[in-house]
C-alpha cells in the first residue's frame, strides 16, 4: 500500500489517503475513515481557512516567475503535505473521533492549499509553451489540474456527496447468514467474506457470499455510478480532456498507450488460455459437469477471490506434483524465534544489500510495525508512508510471522526504498514514473525474495531443490496470481473507458461488463444477472473512483525489471530461479530508475533501465516458460479446448439454493470423514451388542444397566459424527456411496434429543421391553405362565373357548395394559427426535426408509391385489371354525374372535391347521415326528442350516457362531427367547440366540436365523452403514425365501425327514394351505400394525382412543374382534413385541411380497420347472450366486437396485405370490362358492357370546363409531386413503440384530435402547 491523490471534499481537490499498493482491493485505512471523512469534507470544507503564508504570492508571468512559483510551492507543499499525512497516520494508528477530526482539519487546509496553487498556475497557461525548461512546464502541467474544482460550487458538492455515498455503500455492504436478521452477525468483506472465497470449497456458500457481496455493494450504487460519470466527465473536459478515460489516460503520455495494452494482452493471450484450461479441469474434477463446462467459461466464485482476479487460494486444488515440495516457510520462522523487527531488519538487509539506502532513524522510531497491545484500534492493512520532509518515511503493519507477510514487508520496504530515492526531487515528481512503476518495484522484489534460493541464503530452507517437479509447483503457484489477474486488470479500465466515452450506456452497464469480463477472462456470473444488477459496483476501485490499468502496467514492468536487475547481477540460468541479493550491480541499475520520480518520462527510465522504451511481455513470457510448456502439454493429453466456444453457457442454480450455504462440500474431506467414522464405530457398537447380547441372554438389573450405559455412550457416538455428517453438503458428490453415508449418519434419530431426554427415551423402551418379557398369566392355583413356551402352547395347541380366552387375556392384562402410560410418553420423545431431524413426526421417519414417494400408494395396491385370497382364506377358516365352536363363538357373517386362531396375536393361522385341513386323508407335511424318531438335536438343525447355504456355494459359519451363540434355552437364568441373528460389527463375530425346540417349525425358524447371518456375512466387509438390508423388507425376505424351499416335501425328503413326496392335487393343496395359514394370513396384520401407528404418530389417532382404533383397524383389515370387553383402560397393541420395543413392522408386509418375487428368480436360476411351489434351490450354484451377489450390496445402493439384481424389475409385485397359490386360490374359490360363503363380515358389529347377553351389549358399545354407518364388507376398505407422504433422507442404520420367523430387524441405532432380538418366531 502507498498513498494516493483524491479528488475529493467541498472544493474538490487533492487529498492524501492511503490504498492498496497491489491491485487486490481496498486499504483498511479507507474502509475505516473514508465514509465519515467524505461526508465531513462536505459539510466542512469551507470552515477551515488556510493560513496566509501557505498562500501563493504574485508571480511575473514568465518564465523566470514560473520557476519562483513552483520552487516555492514545493518547499509549502511539504509542510502542508507532512501536516496532513501526520494526521492521517495519527488516525489510522489511533482510531478516536478526536484523532478523525484533526485529519479532517488538516485535509481541509490541504485542500485550500492546492486550489489556491492551482488556479495560480492556470495564469502561466498562455505562455509556458514558449517556455525552455521542459520540465518547468511538466511541473505547471501537474500543479494547474483542477479535476472536480472546475465544477460549479452546487455540483462540486453534489459530486462528493455521491463519491461519500458509493463508498459508504461498498464499505459498510454486509452480506447475513440465510436467513439471519441481526446485522451483527453478518459478515463484512473483510475478512469474513474474503475468507469464505479464499478457503471454501462449497460450491453453494461460495455462491451465497459472493452473490450476497455482490448485490449489497453494487445494486444501490448503480443510479448514483450514472450521474457520477457525467459530472467527472465535465469537470474532466473542463481540464481539456474529451472525457475522464482520456484523463487518466493521459498520466501514460504515450498516444499508442491503448494499442499498446492491447498488442501485450494478445502476447500473454496463449499463456492464459492455457492455464485456463488446465484449472477448468481441476475444477470439473472437484464439482463434475454440472457446474463445469470443459468448452464454456468458469463460474465466477469458484477460483478463490471475490472478483476471480488471482487465483492462487485454490492452488491446493491445483498442485501439478502434491508429492513434490510446495515451499512454506513460515514453520521455519517460528522456529528461529523470528519476530516482526526481525522481518523487516532481513528485508532491509536485502536493500542494502544492493548498495540502496537503509531505512532512516525516524523509520524505526515511528514505523507500526505490529498491531499494538495497549487496546488502541488501528488499521491493520500494510501500507508505505511519505511524510513529505525527506527524512520520515514509515510502515504501518500488523505484521504476523508468515512467509506470506514476509513478502509484503519486502514489498512495503520497496516503496520506502523509492521514496528514499527521490526524496530530493520537487514534490510534483514524488511520485513513480508512470502509475504502474511504484507497484512494479514493490512486486519485483517480491520475485527474488520468494524464490528457493533466497530462503536457503537467509536460512530459512535447509536445501533448494531444483529438479523439474518443484520448479513447476513453483510457477504454478505464481502463474495463478499474476497470469490469472492480467485479463482482469486490462479489462477493469476497458469496461470504464467505455462507460466514460459513451460507448457504453447506462442501459447496459451491467450486460457489457459480464461480456468483457467473459471475452477476456473466460468467466461467467454463477447466476443470471441482469440490469437491475450493477456488478462492476461490487469491485472497490470503481465506486473508489480509483484507476486500474496502472495493475496490468505494473504485473509487465516487474518482469521487465526483474529480467534487466538479473541480467545485471550476471544471473544465468531460468529467470524464474534469480535472486538480485548482493548484486550492486543491480541495486546501482534499480536506484537510477527510482531516484528519478517522475521527473522524467516514464518510457526513457524504462529505456535507461531495460534497454527499451516499450512495455512488452517477452520477460513474463520467458519467466513462465517452463510452465507454459508444462500447460501446454498437459491439456494437450486430456485434449482441452483452449477458450470457451460455448461463450453463452452458465451453470445451473444449485438445488435448494441458499439452503445449506454453510456447509462442507469438499468431496475428499468427507471421504475421510466416513472412513473415520467406519473404524471408530466398529468399536462403539460392538460394546453395546455385546452388552445387549449379555442381557438378552441372562436378564438381571446389573445387565441391564450395563446395557443402557452403553447405549447412552452409542448415542453420543451418533450425535458426535451425526452432527458432523450434518455439516456436509453432499448434493453435488460425484461418488453416491459417499452421498448415501452422509445422508445415513445425518439422521442421528434419538441421539439429537437433549441428554437427560435421551435417557428417559431409553428408560421408557427399557421398562416397556421388560414389562413385556417378564409378563406371566397367573391362575388361580398360584400356576404362572410366562409368553414363552406356555402362553404361546396354549394359543397354539388348546381348542378349549374358555382355556384359550384366559391366555389371551391374561396375557394382555399383564403386559400391554401395564405399558400404556410409558407408551404416551415415548410417542411424545420419538416424535421429538424426529421433528429434531427434519421429519415431521416417527412415522415420517420410517417411511423415509424405503426412499420411494410412492410407498403407501404402493402398498395399498399390493394390498388390494391380495384382498380376495385373504377374504377366500378367512371365510373358509371361518366355516371350519363355526363347525368347531358353534353359532355362540362364530358368525358366518362375521368377524372372528382373535384368539381362536392358534396365535396370540392371530398374525399366523398355521397352528389351527388340523381343524381345517381340506385333505385330512391325503398327506400333509410335518417332519417333527421323524426329526425325533432320528434324535435330531438343536445343534443338527443349524448343521443342516449350513450345509443348505454352502450347497448354493455361499458362506459357511464361522468358528465364533458354533462357540458364542445361544442354540438352546439355558437354565437357571431368564432369558429373551426370541430366535434372533446378531452382527457384532468386527466382519468375525455373528450369533444366533433361539430357544430351539425339535420340530419342523423351528427348523424353518433356523433356516431362516441362518439367512440373516449368511447377508451379514456377504456384506460384512461393506463401510458399516452399510451393512444392512437394501431396505427394511429384504432381511427378511433373504430368510424366508430359504424357508420356502427348506419346507417343500421334496427338500424334507432330500435331507432324509420325509420318506416320499406324495405328487397328488390333494396333498398339493393341503401343503398350499399349510404355507397360506402362515403368509396369507399374515398379510393383513402385517399391513395394519404399522398403519395404526403412523396414525398414532401423526396424532391422528389421539391417545384417548389408542385402543378403540387398534381394534377398528383389526377389524377392518383382518375382520377379527376381541373374544371380550376391551376399553381404554387396555392397551392392546402394547400386547405385541414390537409396539414396546419400537420396531417398524410393515417391513414384514413388504418381505411377504418381495420373498415370493425372491423365490420365482431364484428357481428360474436354479433350472427348476413345474409349479412354484415345489421349487427347491438346493444344491443350486446359479442361484447361490444370484442372491449371493445381491446381499454382497448390503445397502450401499438403492433398494430397487438390489431387487433388479435378483429379479430384473425395480418394483414391488404380488404377482409372484398369486403365481406361488394359484392352486390354493382356485380350490378355495370353488369350496366357498359350494359352501355360500360371505366374503368378508358384513355383520361386523357382531361379538361372541350372545346377542342378548349382557356381556354381548357390553362389548358392542366399544365398535368403533365409524363403523356404525358402514352396512355392507366393501365398505371397509381403508378409508382416506393413506396420506402424509414425505420422503425424508436415508436414516443411518447401524447395527441389526434379526430375529424370528419373519425375522425383524431389531437395530443398535442411535433410536434404539437395544440391540433386540425381535421377530416372529414363536413369539411372533
Known sequence: MFYQRYKIGKTGLDIIVFIEAG??????????????????????????????????????????????????????????????????????????????????????????????????????????????????????????????????????????????????????????????????????????????????????????????????????????????????NKASQMDGFADTGEYWRSWYDSPTFAMDLEKIYNDLKPLYLNLHAFVRRKLYNRYGSKYINLKGPIPAHLLGNMWAQQWNNIYDMMIPFPNRPNIDVTDMMKKKNWNATHMFRVSEEFFTSLGLIKMPQEFWDHSMLEKPNDGREVVCHASAWDFYNRKDFRIKQCTTVTMEQLFTVHHEMGHVEYYLQYKDQPVTFRSGANPGFHEAVGDVLALSVSTPKHMNKIGLLENVTTDKETDINYLLKMALEKIAFLPFGYLIDQWRWGVFSGRISPDHYNSEWWYLRTKYQGICPPLPRNETNFDPGAKYHIPGNTPYIRYFVSFILQFQFHKALCNASGHTGPLHQCDIYKSHAAGQKLSNALKVGSSVHWQDVLLDFTGTDKMDASALLEYFKPITDWLTEQNAKTQEELGWSDFEWRPPVPEGYPNDTDKNTDENQAITFVNEYNTVTEKVWYDYIESSWTYNTNITVHNNQIMLEKSLKMSNHALKYGLKARQFDSTDFQNPETKRILLKLGNIERAALPVEEVKEYDSVVSEMETTYSVAKVCRDNGTCHPLDPDLTHILATSNDYDELLFAWEGWRNASGKNMRTNFKKYVQLSNKAARLNGFPDTGAFWRSLYDSKTFEADLENIYNELKPLYQNLHAYVRRALFKKYGTKYINLRGPIPAHLLGNMWAQSWINIYKLLMPYPDASHVDATPEMIKQKWTPIKMFQESDKFFQSLGLIPMPEEFWNKSMLEKPENRDVVCHASAWDFFNRKDFRIKQCTVVNMDDLVTVHHEMGHIQYFLQYKDLHISFRDGANPGFHEAIGDVMALSVSTPKHLKTIGLLNEVMDNKESDINYLMSIALDKIAFLPFGYLMDQWRWKVFDGRIPESDYNREWWNLRLKYQGLCPPIHRSEEDFDPGAKFHIPSSVPYVRYFVSFIIQFQFHESLCKAAGH????????????????????????????????????????????????????????????????????????????????????????????????????????????????????????????????????????????????????????????
Open 23 to 232: 491491485a487486490g482491493g481496498i486499504a483498511g485505512s479507507m474502509l475505516a475513515t473514508m465514509p465519515l471523512l467524505l461526508g465531513l469534507l462536505s459539510l466542512l470544507g469551507s470552515t477551515c481557512a488556510l493560513d496566509n503564508v501557505f498562500l501563493p504570492g504574485n508571480y511575473p508571468i514568465d518564465e523566470t516567475g514560473a520557476g519562483w512559483f513552483v520552487n516555492n510551492y514545493t518547499d509549502t507543499a511539504e509542510k502542508i503535505l507532512f501536516v496532513s499525512v501526520s494526521a492521517s497516520w495519527n488516525y489510522n494508528t489511533n482510531l478516536t473521533k478526536y484523532n478523525q477530526q484533526k485529519q479532517i482539519n488538516a485535509s481541509l487546509e490541504e485542500q485550500e492549499f492546492v486550489e489556491a496553487w492551482a488556479k495560480r498556475a492556470k495564469e502561466f497557461d498562455a505562455v509556458k509553451v514558449n517556455f525552455t525548461d521542459k520540465n518547468l512546464i511538466k511541473l505547471l502541467d501537474h500543479i494547474r489540474i483542477l479535476g472536480s474544482a472546475n465544477l460549479p460550487l452546487a455540483e462540486r458538492e453534489q459530486y462528493n456527496t455521491i463519491l461519500s455515498e458509493m463508498d459508504n455503500i461498498y464499505s459498510t455492504a454486509k452480506v447475513c447468514p440465510y436467513g439471519e436478521t441481526d446485522l451483527n452477525k453478518c459478515w463484512s468483506l473483510e475478512p469474513e467474506l474474503t475468507d469464505k472465497m479464499a478457503t471454501s470449497r462449497s460450491y453453494k456458500e461460495l455462491l451465497y457470499a459472493w452473490e450476497g457481496w455482490h448485490d449489497s455493494a453494487g445494486i444501490p450504487q448503480k443510479a448514483n455510478y450514472k450521474t457520477f460519470v457525467e459530472m467527472s
Open 1169 to 1324: 420347472v413345474g409349479p412354484l411351489y415345489k421349487c427347491d434351490i438346493y444344491q443350486s450354484r446359479a442361484a447361490g450366486k444370484l442372491i449371493g451377489d445381491a446381499m454382497k450390496l448390503g445397502s450401499s445402493k438403492p433398494w430397487y437396485e438390489a431387487m433388479r439384481m435378483i429379479t430384473g424389475n425395480t418394483s414391488m409385485s404380488a404377482a409372484s405370490l398369486l403365481t406361488y397359490f394359484e392352486p390354493l386360490i382356485t380350490w378355495l374359490e370353488v369350496e366357498n362358492k359350494k359352501n355360500g360363503e360371505t366374503l368378508g363380515w358384513p355383520e361386523y358389529d357382531w361379538t361372541p357370546g350372545g346377542e342378548n347377553t349382557a356381556e354381548g351389549a357390553e362389548r358392542r358399545e366399544f365398535v368403533p363409531h365409524q363403523w356404525l354407518e358402514q352396512r355392507h364388507p366393501e365398505t371397509c376398505r381403508l378409508h382416506g386413503q393413506l396420506r402424509g407422504r414425505l420422503q425424508p433422507l436415508q436414516p443411518r442404520d447401524p447395527g441389526v440384530v434379526r430375529s424370528e420367523t419373519l425375522g425383524l430387524t431389531a437395530r443398535p441405532t442411535a433410536a434404539t435402547s437395544r440391540s433386540r432380538g425381535e421377530g416372529e418366531g414363536e413369539d411372533g
